[in-house]
């Protein structure tokens, strides 16, 4: 499953106490495989040189793509966890196969998710927030779209819980 939206949206958050619903589940975070393991040039789409950022980008999808196919074949539930476009959800979904693939998107009111994310300081988006937002419509109406405003981690995990359990947010 992925769980998706604007940073500030709480993914990170969801997706651990998500894959703790699970017997045997493990967390995939796009970030930490990116930024952690890329020690010297990356670099960010958005950043130059704009060919890399976007190439890196792929990258990033690639190796998740690989680690939830061999963690599902180990027998684990896997839980994604990064901000995906439309292109990258299907370039996964092309990866994985015939595995159901659940899409959860985390998507509180504008004012929290920048509220949010200026807390981050360095990691903030700022005035791209609209930007990265537009790219999202296109996934509208498609697995689970989650309000979160106002609800606390707990409530939203139910939420997105019961929504890949019963089928309701499979692609």
Do not use: C
């Not at 950043?47 to 890399?52: K, L, R, T, V």
């Amino acid at each position: 499953m992925v769980v998706n939206g604007l940073p500030g949206a709480g993914k990170t958050t969801v997706a651990a106490a998500l894959g703790r619903r699970f017997a045997r589940a493990a967390v995939v975070e796009g970030d930490r495989l990116q930024n952690d393991l890329i020690v010297s040039g990356g670099v960010d789409v958005g950043e130059e040189p704009a060919d890399e950022g976007w190439r890196q980008l792929s990258l990033r999808w690639a190796n998740i793509a690989a680690l939830a196919v061999n963690l599902d074949d180990a027998g684990f539930t896997v839980v994604v966890d990064s901000l995906t476009i439309p292109s990258l959800l299907q370039t996964l979904r092309e990866s994985t196969g015939d595995r159901p693939l659940a899409y959860v998107h985390l998507d509180p009111s504008i004012t929290v998710r920048r509220a949010r994310d200026a807390a981050r300081g360095v990691r903030a988006i700022g005035d791209r927030h609209d930007a990265i937002a537009s790219e999202f419509e296109p996934l509208r109406g498609r697995g689970v779209w989650i309000d979160s405003s106002d609800l606390d981690v707990e409530t939203t995990v139910d939420a997105a819980h019961d929504a890949v359990v019963s089928g309701r947010a499979t692609l």
